[in-house]
């Protein structure tokens, strides 16, 4: 069975740092574009940052430009997302997706692009 796990998540105060990761079971990370997306309450669900297959393309949205790092380690099945310098307006819950059947270079931030999807962890930005 397909399954991707988030894990990291938690309450961190402004201007902190806090990782979280993605982990596959049941499939190999290797075939598989990976996106990290956000939904805080009442409002829709954003794509945050995506990384290629290999590794070597990634985009972020703007409001995130600059803070965050993505990156991806296939021997651990795992993708990492790096989150620095946070704001209260990044509090949402994180979700990572994968989307197969893609070049190596591959990426997006659409949700549609992608089928597999974890099942969120919670990430609070509050003094």
């Known amino acids: 069975q397909l399954q991707l796990v988030e894990s990291g998540g938690g309450l961190v105060q402004p201007g902190g740092s806090l990782s979280v990761s993605c982990a596959a079971s049941?499939?190999?990370?290797?075939?598989?574009?990976i996106g990290w997306f956000r939904q805080a309450p009442g409002r829709e669900r954003e794509g945050v940052s995506c990384?290629?297959?290999?590794?070597?393309?990634?985009n972020y949205a703007d409001s995130v430009k600059g803070r965050f790092t993505i990156s991806r380690d296939n021997a651990r099945n795992t993708v990492y997302l790096q989150m620095n310098t946070l704001k209260p307006e990044d509090t949402a819950v994180y979700y990572c997706?994968?989307?197969?059947?893609?070049?190596?270079?591959?990426?997006?931030?659409?949700?549609?692009?992608?089928?597999?999807w974890g099942q969120g962890t919670q990430v609070t930005v509050s003094s």
């Open positions: 990384i290629s297959r290999s590794g070597g393309s990634t």
């Open positions: 049941g499939f190999t990370l290797d075939y598989y574009a």
């Open positions: 997706a994968a989307s197969l059947g893609h070049s190596s270079t591959w990426y997006s931030l659409l949700a549609d692009e992608y089928d597999t």
